[in-house]
Nanobody, 117 residues
Framework: QVQLVESGGGLVQAGGSLRLSCAASGRTFSTYAMAWFRQAPGKEREFVANIKWSAGSTNYANYADSVKGRFTISRDNAKNTVYLQMNNLKPEDTAVYYC???????WGQGTQVTVSS
């Protein structure tokens, strides 16, 4: 059974930082793209970032315009883990953040991020 478990959420003041982790189990994820989405209260779930796999040393990443330059997605294939480093957080970043595996069509349970002004 494929599982994704997020961690690292919490309450932080505007301008602060958090690092989210998504630990995958049950399958090998190293050759698949992974993504982060978020859902704020009363809003639809939206794309945040994704990271593709490549045979070389470069991992190709894409970001939503709203987080570009502030968030960084990375992966450690040896640990089957994907990270989302979030810097210069803003109140509008408040949401439940979900990890997603497009290859296996599996979502994590989500982790709450709250940014106070």
């Amino acid at each position: 059974q494929v599982q994704l478990v997020e961690s690292g959420g919490g309450l932080v003041q505007a301008g602060g930082s958090l690092r989210l982790s998504c630990a995958a189990s049950g399958r090998t994820f190293s050759t698949y793209a992974m993504a982060w989405f978020r859902q704020a209260p009363g809003k639809e779930r939206e794309f945040v970032a994704n990271i593709k796999w490549s045979a070389g040393s470069t991992n190709y990443a894409n970001y939503a315009d709203s987080v570009k330059g502030r968030f960084t997605i990375s992966r450690d294939n040896a640990k089957n883990t994907v990270y989302l480093q979030m810097n210069n957080l803003k109140p509008e970043d408040t949401a439940v953040y979900y990890c997603f595996s497009p290859g296996y069509n599996v979502w994590g349970q989500g982790t709450q991020v709250t940014v106070s002004s």
